[in-house]
């Protein structure tokens, strides 16, 4: 089973960007779907985004409204999330996932999670 580190998360005023890494280790990277989730204090975990295992299809989650961007290097086993106009919502613990499939969206089946990375917006 892949491992998943999460890494770039931290404190960032609202307007600003960040972007986020998640280094995998093990299985299979290529040929999965890998996406984010996000937990915020005292909410249910959401999806954030979706990227195909070759990475031709991308999916995100409507509220974003365009502010992130999601990618891979498969040469280097790592997905990114750009982060661009942080807004005090975003304020989440963030979670590296695999999909059990090639191409995944919201309603995928996730097997494996990364320990998470917090990203934290505000002044």
């Known amino acids: 089973q892949v491992h998943l580190v999460e890494s770039g998360g931290g404190l960032v005023q609202p307007g600003g960007s960040l972007r986020l890494s998640c280094a995998a280790s093990?299985?299979?990277?290529?040929?999965?779907?890998m996406g984010w989730f996000r937990q915020a204090p005292g909410k249910g975990r959401e999806w954030v985004s979706s990227i195909s295992g070759s990475g031709d299809m991308l999916y995100y989650a409507d509220y974003l409204k365009g502010r992130f961007t999601i990618s891979r290097d498969n040469a280097k086993n790592t997905m990114y999330l750009q982060m661009n106009s942080l807004k005090t919502e975003d304020t989440a613990v963030y979670y590296c996932v695999q999909c059990d499939q090639s191409y995944c969206a919201g309603q995928g089946r996730y097997i494996s999670w990364g320990q998470g990375t917090q990203v934290t917006v505000g002044s």
């Open positions: 093990g299985g299979s990277f290529a040929t999965a779907a």
